[in-house]
């Protein structure tokens, strides 16, 4: 399958590529849609979910995950189940963890 991103990814109804994904490192309810983690991430990590960023939360057992991105049209809610194993999270001293994309880079 071709990687398409930009403007094609929009067309095709794909997520569009982000620069900078935030891990929300506290667990939340998966039940929360995309109010609720918006609400989540303006009150407890003081951002604007319209800022571009991506955040993604995980659920208690690390076994769901969620990824919510706005883009200049709306808002994008992607999830993922593991059948087996977890999603590898930091430690809880920290309120989230930011990671960059490299120009010209994969992740």
């Given at each position: 399958m071709r990687h398409l991103v930009?403007?094609?990814a929009a067309r095709f109804g794909m997520m569009p590529p982000f620069t900078l994904l935030q891990l929300v490192v506290e667990p939340v309810d998966m039940r929360l849609g995309i109010e609720g983690l918006s609400a989540k991430i303006h009150a407890s990590l003081q951002h604007s979910p319209l800022e571009g960023a991506a955040y993604a939360f995980r659920n208690q057992r690390s076994n769901r995950?969620?990824?919510?991105?706005?883009?200049?049209?709306?808002?994008?809610?992607?999830q993922r189940r593991l059948h087996h194993g977890r999603f590898v999270w930091p430690q809880r001293a920290m309120r989230y963890l930011r990671w960059m994309r490299r120009s010209g880079n994969g992740w």
């Open positions: 930009g403007e094609s995950l969620k990824v919510l991105l706005w883009d200049r049209s709306g808002v994008w809610l992607a």
